[in-house]
């Protein structure tokens, strides 16, 4: 038997995911209207094609995120990694 049958965050994710496969195939065809600017455009979109573009959306601030803070990370080696080499006084 394997171990993470004994965890319970395996559970407990596994309830969670359940749940939000319950509630998405229940709600998925059912149309919303969205009032994007008041009186005036209120489009009538699926639930899920607001899943998907939020899915898509997140995706991209993601890897938005991952790029920048590796960019800058990656600058800030270099910089430490000068000051290391040009320090070469022992401490005694």
Known sequence: MPHFWKWPKFWIGLI???WLVYL???NLEQRV???IVPLF???VVT?????FGAMIL???LTLLVQFTWRRRASKYAEA???AAASSNKTVA
């Open 33 to 35: 209207n969205l009032w």
């Open 41 to 43: 455009i209120h489009p």
């Open 58 to 60: 997140g995706s991209f």
């Open 16 to 18: 969670l995911l359940l």
């Open 24 to 26: 998405l195939s229940g």
């Open 80 to 82: 430490s990694a000068a």
């Open 47 to 51: 639930v899920s094609s607001i899943i």
